[in-house]
């Protein structure tokens, strides 16, 4: 079972919908992470929350929106989204301790998402 | 900025027999961490080993080992008594010691898919 869990796993949305995608985590990290991941590609980072404040934003499209309502949640608002999203969305988490190394990333499962 | 690269797009090994994945880097940093993770499909992403740069000592964990070369800037995974389980795309990862805005950023290599054949 995954520390981190994401939900939901499947979604399917046209491109005037609104949804959103939700992460959480119980291992009391204060880090967490949006990534996108297209087929046999590595995962693109779009956005970092550190101690529950956005620290990074990769240039991520408006129609994109984060929010971290406390220290174990992380959703991603999706809105009038393109046929170019569709794609594997990960959340991830970490600890921020002195010894990044010791502090690895913890993926979730994922959604995959679908824009009609 | 890092680079990671992966040279083999895809690996094949017989089940019971050793594989190795190679991945080289680029960087300015002295002092960093590696990692790579595995990616069945399944989706999700898990850790299968990390080293410090500033180890010599070269990380194992159980079938897993690496083969760090710093002043090489190599990082190469062996996988030893492969398994039907094994059979994922592996990904290498770097990530600086010390990075703005309290983030531990990854940069990933473009992947290297194994199959493990019966």
């Known amino acids: 079972d995954t520390e981190v869990t994401q939900t939901p796993k499947h979604l399917v949305m046209g491109m005037t919908n609104k949804k959103s995608l939700k992460c959480e985590q119980h291992m009391g990290h204060r880090a967490m992470y949006w990534y996108k991941q297209k087929a046999k590609k590595p995962p693109e980072l779009m956005f970092v929350?550190?101690?529950?404040?956005?620290?990074i934003n990769e240039s991520v499209p408006s129609r994109f929106s984060p929010e971290c309502p406390n220290s174990s949640l992380l959703n991603l608002h999706l809105h009038a989204l393109q046929p170019e999203d569709s794609a594997l969305y990960l959340c991830?988490?970490?600890?921020?301790?002195?010894?990044?190394?010791?502090?690895?990333?913890?993926f979730g499962d994922g959604t995959r998402l679908s824009i009609l | 900025a890092q680079t990671v690269t992966q040279s083999q797009p895809e690996m094949s090994v017989q089940e019971a027999e050793t594989v190795t994945l190679s991945c080289t880097y680029d960087t300015s940093e002295s002092n960093y961490y590696l990692f790579w993770y595995k990616q069945p499909p399944s989706r999700q992403m898990i850790l299968v080993i990390r080293q410090e740069a500033y180890k010599q000592q070269n990380a194992t964990e159980n079938r897993f080992s690496v083969n760090f070369q710093k002043a090489a800037k190599s990082f190469s995974l062996k996988i030893s008594d492969s398994q039907l389980g094994d059979t994922a795309m592996y990904f290498c990862?770097?990530?600086?010691?010390?990075?703005?805005?309290?983030?531990?950023?990854?940069?990933f290599g473009k992947g290297t898919k194994l199959s493990v054949i019966p």
């Open positions: 990862a770097f990530m600086k010691s010390y990075s703005g805005a309290g983030s531990y950023q990854l940069t």
């Open positions: 991830a988490s970490s600890g921020m301790g002195i010894r990044r190394g010791d502090q690895p990333q913890h």
């Open positions: 929350y550190s101690y529950e404040k956005l620290s």
